[in-house]
C-alpha cells in the first residue's frame, strides 16, 4: 500500500513541474494602448513613401529619356 | 513585356506594401516564447526572400528564353533581375541575422540555415564574377545564362531543402516546426501573403527600372 501511494505521489508531482505554464509571454502591449507605437508606423510609412516617390521619379525621368530616342 | 512601363501595377504594390506596413504592426500576432513582438519581422523578413525569389525566377526563365532565341535584351533582364536579387539576399540576410541574434543569442551561428544562405549567396556573386571576366558580349551572355540556370537549382537546394535535412534553428527546419499550423494563425496571413505579393512585385519593378537604364546604355553603345 504504501509503494502504491508513494508511486501515486510521485506520478502526481508532475503538476508541480507544470509551474512554467502561467508563465506570460511579454508583448509590448503597453507601448500600443500608450498609441506611441503609431508615431513608428508614420515614420515607417513616410519613409516608405519618400522611397516609392522617388522611384516613380526614375521611372518618369526614364519615360523621357526612352521618348527622345 | 509591356506592363512594365505601366503604372497600375506600381500605385497597387505600393498601397499593398503601405497596408502591410501599417498592419504588420497593428494587427495581433500569436504571443510566443523568446519571439514576443518580434514575431513581426515575418512581415518583413520572409517578403526580402520572397523577393528574390520571384526575381530570380525571372532571371532563369529569361535565361532560357536568350538560349532559345539569341535576343540580347533578354541577357540583360537576367543581368538586371539577378543584380535585383543580389539587393534582396543582402537585405534577407542582415535582416535575418539582426533577428537571429535577440531570438537565438548571436548575429551568426553557425546555422545550417546561415551557413548554406551564405554559401548560395556566393553562388551568385560567382556569376557576377563569370560575366566581369568575359569580354565578348554574345560570350559572356551564352556562358552566363548556362551558369545563371544551373545556379538556381542548387541555390534553392541550399536555401529551402539542405537546412531541412539537418537540426536547424530556423523555423521549418529539422525538428523545429515551421511557422505553419502551429504558430502562425490565420490573422497574419491576411498581411503576409499581401507582402510576399507586394514585395516580390516592388522587386520586378527596381529590375525593370535597372533593365531600362540598361537597354539605354545598350543601345548607345551599339551605335557609337
Known sequence: MKKISLLALLLLSYVGVFAQQGQTVEMADSFRSSGKIYVVIAVIVIIFVGLSVYLFAIDRRLKKIEKEK | ?224
Not at chain 2, 78 to 90: H, L, Q, R
Open chain 2, 1 to 224: 513585356m509591356k506592363f512594365i512601363y505601366q503604372t497600375w501595377w506600381k500605385v497597387l504594390t505600393v498601397l499593398v506594401i503601405l497596408y502591410t506596413l501599417i498592419a504588420g504592426f497593428l494587427f495581433e500576432v500569436p504571443t510566443l516564447p523568446i519571439l514576443h513582438e518580434t514575431i513581426r519581422n515575418v512581415y518583413f523578413h520572409v517578403p526580402m526572400w520572397m523577393a528574390m525569389f520571384t526575381v530570380f525566377t525571372i532571371s532563369v526563365i529569361y535565361s532560357i528564353k536568350y538560349l532559345n532565341t539569341g535576343k540580347e535584351e533578354y541577357d540583360l533582364i537576367v543581368v538586371e533581375c539577378v543584380n535585383t536579387g543580389m539587393f534582396f539576399y543582402v537585405l534577407g540576410l542582415i535582416t535575418g541575422m539582426m533577428w537571429a541574434k535577440y531570438t537565438w543569442g548571436e548575429f551568426w551561428s553557425n546555422d545550417p540555415k546561415q551557413n548554406s544562405a551564405a554559401v548560395a549567396f556566393l553562388l551568385y556573386c560567382a556569376y557576377a564574377v563569370l560575366r566581369n571576366s568575359i569580354d565578348e558580349e554574345q560570350k559572356r551572355a551564352k556562358i552566363s545564362a548556362i551558369y545563371n540556370i544551373f545556379a538556381f537549382p542548387v541555390m534553392v537546394v541550399l536555401i529551402m531543402v539542405l537546412p531541412r535535412m539537418t537540426d536547424s534553428l530556423h523555423p521549418g527546419n529539422g525538428g523545429n516546426p515551421a511557422f505553419g499550423k502551429l504558430d502562425m494563425d490565420n490573422s497574419m496571413r491576411v498581411v503576409l501573403y499581401p507582402a510576399f505579393i507586394a514585395w516580390s512585385a516592388l522587386a520586378v519593378w527596381i529590375a525593370s527600372l535597372r533593365y531600362r537604364i540598361r537597354l539605354i546604355e545598350y543601345k548607345k553603345n551599339e551605335i557609337n
